[in-house]
Nanobody, 122 residues
Framework: QAQLVESGGRLVETGGSLRLSCVGS????????LAWFRQAAGKEREFVAA????????DYADSVQGRFIISRDNSKKSVYLQMSSLKPEDTAIYYC???????????????WGQGTQVTVSS
C-alpha cells in the first residue's frame, strides 16, 4: 500500500529554522501533487504548502509565504518543507499528503503520513 512518512520535527526557538522531510512509497511520486498540512491543538487541519508533480508550480498559505519553502526530489521520492523565522503559532503536528490535483482542502487528499511534531518555544 502507498505510504508517506514524515521526519524532522523537534523543539526549536522562535526565529529558528527547521527542515521537514517526507518519503513516499508505491506510485505516489509518479502522478501526485504533494502538500504539507498542519494541525495545532484544538484546531482544524490547515493547508501549508503544495508543489506540482514536476516541481514547477507552488502554492502557499498566507501565514507561511515568505518564510517556508516546499520542494521535491522525485528521484528520492521525497518532499521537503524548509521553515525559517519560526513563530510560536507555527507549533503543530505537520503532515505530508498526496493528491491527484492540487487542493487546499485536507479532505481532497488521498494519502497521509503519520505526522511529525514541531514545537516553537517563546
Amino acid at each position: 500500500q502507498a505510504q508517506l512518512v514524515e521526519s524532522g520535527g523537534r523543539l526549536v526557538e522562535t526565529g529558528g529554522s527547521l527542515r521537514l522531510s517526507c518519503v513516499g512509497s508505491g506510485r505516489i511520486f509518479e502522478d501526485h501533487t504533494l502538500a504539507w498540512f498542519r494541525q495545532a491543538a484544538g484546531k482544524e487541519r490547515e493547508f501549508v504548502a503544495a508543489i506540482s508533480l514536476g516541481g514547477g508550480a507552488f502554492d502557499y498559505a498566507d501565514s507561511v509565504q515568505g518564510r517556508f519553502i516546499i520542494s521535491r526530489d522525485n528521484s528520492k521520492k521525497s518532499v521537503y518543507l524548509q521553515m525559517s523565522s519560526l513563530k510560536p503559532e507555527d507549533t503543530a503536528i505537520y503532515y505530508c499528503a498526496a493528491a491527484l490535483h492540487s487542493y487546499k482542502t485536507a479532505a481532497r487528499y488521498d494519502y497521509w503520513g503519520q505526522g511529525t511534531q514541531v514545537t516553537v518555544s517563546s
